[in-house]
């Protein structure tokens, strides 16, 4: 027998044994099925851009006040900061206090 011919015979007997009207009530569920996904999703950007259309000034009050504190934040950490001298004065004492006890021991 034939290949080709032998191969075709597989195919055909296969096919006869395929339902049509369970394979196009499948097919025609999945097509629904996949429409219904692709709404759920188109539904789900149309309002992720329409909360972002809403909360658009806020979004913007609220950049420019991060952007107003990250300044401040800035100009105070190049400012030296401000330690009393008797402060100063107290805590090399004492560091030089328990140095020379360590030395001594």
Do not use: C, D
């Amino acid at each position: 027998m034939n290949q080709e011919l032998y191969h075709g015979l597989i195919v055909f007997h296969l096919l006869g044994f395929i339902n049509t009207q369970m394979f196009s009530a499948g097919l025609k569920l999945m097509v629904v099925g996949m429409l219904m996904v692709l709404l759920f999703l188109l539904l789900m950007m149309l309002f992720i851009m329409l909360i972002e259309f809403i909360n658009r000034s806020h979004t913007q009050t609220e950049a420019l006040r991060i952007q107003q504190e990250r300044k401040a934040q800035k100009q105070n950490a190049f400012q030296e900061p401000t330690i009393p001298a008797a402060v100063l004065a107290a805590a090399v004492s004492a560091y030089e206090a328990e140095r020379q006890k360590l030395f001594i021991t």
